[in-house]
């Protein structure tokens, strides 16, 4: 693969690598088996793990961005509360935006190797999955799960999977929703260059570009 087309991998652009057509959601080619062989393993202990969300493309995650920076969508604090956005100055914005949803051609979601999974099984089937901090607090519907995956991945029994925002490190928000297959995730991951990724952005219509940029 040339850099020019891996760096369109990276960022969102080329599906080329995913399974679209896959019952459970797009993921990466080299995801797929190992997560149906996790999905078989939480059958047998009385789960069905599902994908809220997988794959996600360059234009699906820009969307997002600007629809916070302009107040189409909500950003909450560190509490999960609203946020006055245009009481902040524009680095706060980023900052308080970069806080939940990841920078545009920057998600782990472009990759198709990283999910975020719930437990269909436990809730209505018309439940609307919010992937809150309280879904997936230990008395929260997805609590059991997420308890029986924590298991899983410090056992080695994960299948690969590991969750990369387990802890609060300052940037993202913790996210116990977030699976990442490690060997294929770790290798995008290395090849993540920033230079090649200013260069990308310097011309994609992002709100907060400049103070990105900068």
């Given at each position: 693969?040339?850099?020019?087309?891996?760096?369109?991998?990276?960022?969102?652009?080329?599906?080329?690598?995913?399974?679209?057509?896959?019952?459970?959601?797009?993921?990466?080619?080299?995801?797929?088996?190992?997560?149906?062989?996790?999905?078989?393993?939480?059958?047998?202990?009385?789960?069905?793990?599902?994908?809220?969300?997988?794959?996600?493309?360059?234009?699906?995650?820009?969307?997002?961005?600007?629809?916070?920076?302009?107040?189409?969508?909500?950003?909450?604090?560190?509490?999960?509360?609203?946020?006055?956005?245009?009481?902040?100055?524009?680095?706060?914005?980023?900052?308080?935006?970069?806080?939940?949803?990841?920078?545009?051609?920057?998600?782990?979601?472009?990759?198709?190797?990283?999910?975020?999974?719930?437990?269909?099984?436990?809730?209505?089937?018309?439940?609307?999955?919010?992937?809150?901090?309280?879904?997936v607090a230990d008395d929260g519907p997805f609590g059991p799960l997420h308890s029986w995956l924590d298991r899983q991945i410090e056992s080695g029994q994960a299948k690969g999977f590991f969750r990369p925002y387990q802890r609060d490190t300052g940037g993202i928000a913790?996210?116990?929703?977030?699976?990442?297959?490690?060997?294929?995730?770790?290798?995008?991951?290395?090849?993540?260059?920033?230079?090649?990724?200013?260069?990308?952005?310097?011309?994609?219509?992002?709100?907060?570009?400049?103070?990105?940029?900068?």
């Amino acid at each position: 693969m040339s850099p020019q087309s891996r760096l369109q991998h990276l960022t969102g652009q080329d599906d080329s690598l995913i399974e679209n057509h896959s019952l459970y959601g797009a993921i990466h080619q080299q995801a797929l088996q190992p997560y149906l062989d996790l999905r078989a393993d939480a059958k047998e202990a009385g789960f069905d793990l599902a994908i809220a969300s997988g794959y996600r493309d360059f234009a699906r995650q820009l969307a997002i961005w600007n629809d916070k920076a302009t107040g189409k969508r909500p950003v909450l604090d560190k509490q999960g509360q609203p946020l006055d956005m245009m009481s902040l100055s524009s680095w706060q914005q980023v900052q308080s935006i970069l806080r939940w949803s990841a920078l545009p051609g920057a998600s782990r979601h472009h990759w198709g190797t990283d999910i975020d999974v719930y437990d269909r099984a436990a809730v209505a089937e018309d439940y609307w999955v919010q992937l809150s901090s309280e879904e997936v607090a230990d008395d929260g519907p997805f609590g059991p799960l997420h308890s029986w995956l924590d298991r899983q991945i410090e056992s080695g029994q994960a299948k690969g999977f590991f969750r990369p925002y387990q802890r609060d490190t300052g940037g993202i928000a913790p996210e116990r929703w977030h699976l990442s297959y490690a060997p294929v995730s770790c290798q995008y991951q290395s090849e993540f260059m920033i230079e090649d990724f200013v260069g990308f952005l310097s011309d994609k219509p992002l709100r907060l570009k400049a103070v990105v940029l900068d």
